[in-house]
């Protein structure tokens, strides 16, 4: 199996995942979240993401333990129906809520919110938006610090504090939670770490946004992190 790690940004019923899951072997397959709630404007009906969505489920059940689903801001409002103040605004499904729900509820053991890797001696920290340091520093008494063990403690009991935004997502924070931050507080509160980070849910128009420190992915494609450690375009 080569050293490539496959990434797949934010899915929301598109299918883009599935050429890309077979397109070679990889040593991990990371999802970064959001398989949920389709743009209206991509003609993707809920009830057809919902079973893509599943379809996601059932391959990485197959792929075993070297598949990772993240959670993401349109999957975790579905977690509690809804859990938090912001799902109104982000095109949560009240129809398919119970459904969504329960099959969320069935498969939770699947989920999570970080991933870490490492790729050429290069360590990498996966989350669906990024963390940055002025949340982190919000909720040391939550999270004592940006790795995946400690992110991951705080379902369920903590999900709360995942349910911040700032301005730019339609929350009251000065930023945003590691499911909920724009890119640009990326910028604006760099996280000191020893890791790469790389994330998603700043949608980009056509090209990533590769930085030293962290990548947002969100362009709707798929692609690796090679044997070297670089992040490129997966070329099926």
Same mark, same amino acid.
């Given at each position: 199996?080569? @050293?490539?790690?496959?990434?797949?940004?934010?899915?929301?019923?598109?299918?883009?995942?599935?050429?890309?899951?077979?397109?070679?072997?990889?040593?991990?397959?990371?999802? #970064?979240?959001?398989?949920?709630?389709?743009?209206?404007?991509?003609?993707?009906?809920?009830?057809?993401?919902?079973?893509?969505?599943?379809?996601?489920?059932?391959?990485?059940?197959?792929?075993?333990?070297?598949?990772?689903?993240?959670?993401?801001?349109?999957?975790?409002?579905?977690?509690?129906?809804?859990?938090?103040?912001?799902?109104?605004? $982000?095109?949560?499904?009240?129809?398919?809520? =119970?459904?969504?729900?329960?099959?969320?509820?069935? @498969?939770?053991?699947?989920?999570? #919110?970080?991933?870490? =890797?490492?790729?050429?001696?290069?360590?990498? #920290?996966?989350?669906?938006?990024?963390?940055?340091?002025?949340?982190?520093?919000?909720?040391?008494?939550?999270?004592?610090?940006?790795?995946?063990?400690?992110? @991951?403690?705080?379902?369920?009991?903590?999900?709360?504090?995942?349910?911040?935004?700032?301005?730019?997502?339609?929350?009251?924070?000065?930023?945003?939670?590691?499911?909920?931050?724009?890119?640009?507080?990326?910028?604006? $509160?760099? #996280?000191?770490?020893?890791?790469?980070?790389?994330?998603?849910? $700043?949608?980009?128009?056509?090209?990533?946004?590769?930085?030293?420190?962290?990548?947002?992915?969100?362009?709707?494609?798929?692609?690796?992190?090679?044997?070297?450690?670089?992040?490129?375009?997966?070329?099926?």
């Amino acid at each position: 199996m080569a @050293n490539e790690i496959l990434i797949l940004p934010d899915i929301h019923g598109r299918d883009f995942w599935r050429d890309a899951v077979s397109a070679r072997d990889f040593s991990e397959i990371v999802f #970064l979240g959001d398989y949920l709630d389709p743009y209206g404007r991509e003609n993707i009906e809920p009830e057809d993401a919902f079973s893509n969505f599943q379809d996601i489920v059932t391959w990485s059940r197959s792929y075993g333990h070297n598949a990772v689903l993240l959670l993401g801001n349109h999957d975790l409002h579905y977690w509690r129906t809804p859990y938090g103040s912001l799902s109104k605004g $982000s095109r949560f499904d009240f129809d398919m809520a =119970a459904v969504v729900a329960h099959y969320f509820a069935r @498969n939770v053991h699947m989920f999570k #919110l970080a991933h870490e =890797a490492e790729v050429a001696g290069k360590k990498f #920290l996966f989350t669906h938006a990024g963390v940055n340091a002025d949340w982190l520093q919000r909720h040391a008494d939550v999270v004592s610090e940006a790795r995946a063990a400690a992110l @991951n403690d705080i379902l369920p009991e903590h999900i709360m504090v995942l349910d911040e935004a700032s301005y730019r997502r339609g929350g009251n924070q000065p930023t945003g939670s590691i499911i909920w931050a724009d890119v640009n507080e990326m910028k604006e $509160s760099p #996280l000191e770490t020893d890791f790469y980070q790389i994330f998603g849910h $700043s949608q980009q128009v056509q090209d990533p946004v590769i930085t030293e420190h962290w990548a947002c992915l969100d362009c709707r494609r798929p692609f690796i992190i090679n044997g070297d450690g670089e992040i490129e375009d997966l070329t099926l």
